[in-house]
């Protein structure tokens, strides 16, 4: 699956209530503290851990994660230090994500997918996942504000497509051109979708539906 919309449109919110569906499920949570996505998730029973392998559950019983390896950085940073702090996240991302194609059976949710794949550089081991871990039971739902920044196969590979509104004309080019024969509707529609309301395109029926997400009073405050 992938979802494309702005801060604020409502993706998160989707997201974290869809990936529930799958029994195993990890968030690749890429900040140290994201309240908008990791409490919802805490209170529906994941577990926000800093180190992870997708074997752990048999000993620990927790088949929700929030894997979320931090940046480990000083009050002052030089460059050096930024880009040893990036490379060591993008190593625990990388590890965590050739153990779970290697394990099969997990549903993984990038919500940054653009900053795991462009600036941590892990773009290839995402198309693994994309390309063969669907006959492994692995289901990649991603979520990027702009279409643009991310590999091809981020639509692609996905069976469904949750657009909400894209104003910029070339981003919403990219997003619908993949939808098949839907792409003129879908085009036309993601232009123009009032705030919170998406239009959600399933690629093998070609077929599109057009709903809107309900926010409670504190995911309101927040958006």
């Known amino acids: 699956m992938a979802i494309v919309g702005m801060t604020g449109s409502g993706k998160t919110v989707i997201a974290t209530n869809i990936i ?11 900040k140290s503290a994201d309240d908008s996505l990791y409490g919802p998730l805490e209170a529906q029973g994941f577990v926000k851990v800093e180190s992870w392998d997708p074997w752990e559950w048999r000993e620990t019983g927790h088949k929700r994660v929030i894997f979320a390896p931090p940046l480990e950085l000083s009050d002052e940073p030089t460059p050096k230090e930024v880009d040893q702090a990036i490379g060591d996240q993008a190593d625990k991302f990388r590890t965590a994500l050739v153990q779970i194609f290697k394990a099969g059976g997990w549903c993984v949710y990038a919500d940054e997918i653009a900053y795991l794949t462009n600036d941590l550089g892990l773009a290839s081991v995402f198309n693994l996942l994309w390309l063969q871990g669907r006959s492994l039971g692995i289901t990649i739902v991603s979520a990027t504000q702009r279409p643009r920044s991310v590999p091809l196969n981020t639509f692609q590979m996905a069976e469904w497509f949750i657009l909400y509104r894209i104003a910029d004309r070339e981003d919403r080019r990219r997003a619908s051109e993949l939808t098949g024969p839907l ?5 036309e529609t993601a232009g123009r979708l009032p705030r919170h309301e998406f239009a959600a395109v399933h690629k093998s029926t070609d077929s599109i539906l057009r709903s809107r997400v309900q926010l409670d009073e504190r995911e309101r405050l927040a958006a």
């Not at 529930?20 to 890429?30: K, P």
């Not at 792409?183 to 085009?187: D, E, T």
């Open 183 to 187: 792409a003129p509707v879908v085009f």
């Open 20 to 30: 529930t569906i799958r029994d195993f499920v990890v968030v690749l949570g890429t």
